[in-house]
């Protein structure tokens, strides 16, 4: 059984959830300001920097929603320490990533632009996307500075010069992919998920500037929605499935473009018997090799072991009650797994306590076996 604790402490305004798990202690606590956190990064000193918009982007947010917030945690101190609010004239940040001068970049998709705030003397600054309508979404940063990210609403991804401003947008062969997450492997290859269940594949483009697609299946079903996307240790490619209740692998060196040739899926346990649907999205991965991902539908998180050979762990969030876990997870340098909780307006920390013991052989849709976690009493909204 675990132990479920609440707390407040008083005069920070922030308030407290614990959880302990076989395998991890969870913690979370309200935001500093402002509603609905999405993407989170950590900065040199690993403080944690949340994103959050004040609206939910599904697909979009109204023209009519405030400029959103940055916030900045401080976990030594378990205390908010900064909060930067954007501009009039600015719109709603999702994602966030810091560059090697200390410059934090965030996607805005209903301004159609990228933004950066310079922390030091706290100014911003916009850059807009060429092309009208583009849905700037996930962001990432290459090994030469440049800034890369998907244009959900147009078929493409995009690379800013940091020093010029200008943006090279290179489109996908569908005309309706919806690209989704990015990510940057050890060889300077960009690679995105294409959101699009009609679509449902895996770009990569090379260095060289070549655009590779890879199937996840022959025919991937209508609710496969490849969401965020990571790279373990060996650089193989891993990724959330949306409304399958899978992640997915792609073992690079068995890779083929047009192909799903290397291309493994893995079933997760469901946290919750009377929910009816379930959606992975947030995914990152630990120093271990360990996958990290969180369940939106079930108020779940859990691991898997990048081996692709052992058992799931899996956790409820400790607001189980329509917190609704999605793009915002991340590990940080010391193993720490953080998510935001959208739709309670919360930060979630869970502290690793002990480590999976596999269990399983690798295979499209493992059976795996559930850590011990406490049933919510009623299905998240």
């Known amino acids: 059984m675990s132990l479920v604790l609440a707390f407040t402490i008083f005069g920070t305004g922030i308030q407290h959830s614990f959880a302990q798990s076989p395998g991890v202690n969870v913690t979370d606590f309200w935001i500093n300001g402002g509603q609905e956190p999405w993407g989170i990064t950590f900065d040199s000193n690993g403080n944690v ?55 934090l970049w965030f996607p805005m998709p209903v301004a159609n632009s990228i933004g950066m705030l310079n922390p030091n003397t706290r100014t911003f600054q916009q850059i807009p996307v060429p092309t009208p309508g583009s849905g700037p979404w996930d962001i990432a940063i290459d090994h030469m500075g440049h800034i890369w990210f998907t244009e959900h609403y147009s078929n493409k991804i995009g690379e800013l010069d940091p020093a010029t401003h200008t943006i090279t947008e290179i489109a996908t062969p569908a005309s309706n992919s919806q690209p989704y997450g990015i990510v940057v492997d050890s060889s300077n290859n960009i690679w995105f998920t294409e959101n699009n269940s009609a679509v449902a594949l895996i770009g990569e483009y090379t260095g060289s500037g070549i ?59 469901k946290m919750c018997k009377t929910c009816t649907s379930t959606h992975t999205s947030g995914i990152s991965v630990d120093r271990d090799g360990q996958i990290w991902f969180d369940d939106s539908e079930q108020g779940a998180f859990g691991s898997f072991p990048d081996s692709g050979t052992g058992s799931f762990s899996m956790y409820l969030a400790p607001t189980m009650q329509n917190a609704h876990p999605h793009d915002g997870l991340n590990v940080d340098t010391q193993n720490r797994i953080w998510f935001t909780e959208e739709f309670v307006n919360k930060l979630a920390e869970a502290e690793q306590n002990s480590m999976p013991t596999p269990a399983l052989s690798p295979g499209m849709s493992p059976s795996p076996t559930i850590s011990p976690s406490p049933m919510p009493s009623s299905s998240p909204a």
């Open 49 to 103: 920097w949340v994103a959050v918009p004040g609206c939910d982007p599904s697909p979009t947010c109204s023209a009519s929603t405030p400029p959103g917030k940055i916030e900045e945690y401080h976990p030594a101190s378990s205390s908010w320490i900064a909060t930067y609010q954007l501009p009039a004239g600015y719109a709603q940040p999702l994602f966030l990533a810091f560059d090697s001068q200390g410059n």
């Open 211 to 269: 655009l590779h697609e890879y199937k996840i299946r022959a025919n991937p079903p209508g609710r496969l929605t490849p969401h965020l996307i990571t790279i373990d240790p060996n650089g193989n490619i891993w990724w959330t499935e949306g409304w399958v209740g899978m992640i997915g692998k792609l073992a690079v060196a068995k890779a083929t473009p047009g192909t799903n040739n290397g291309v493994t899926e893995y079933a997760y346990p």
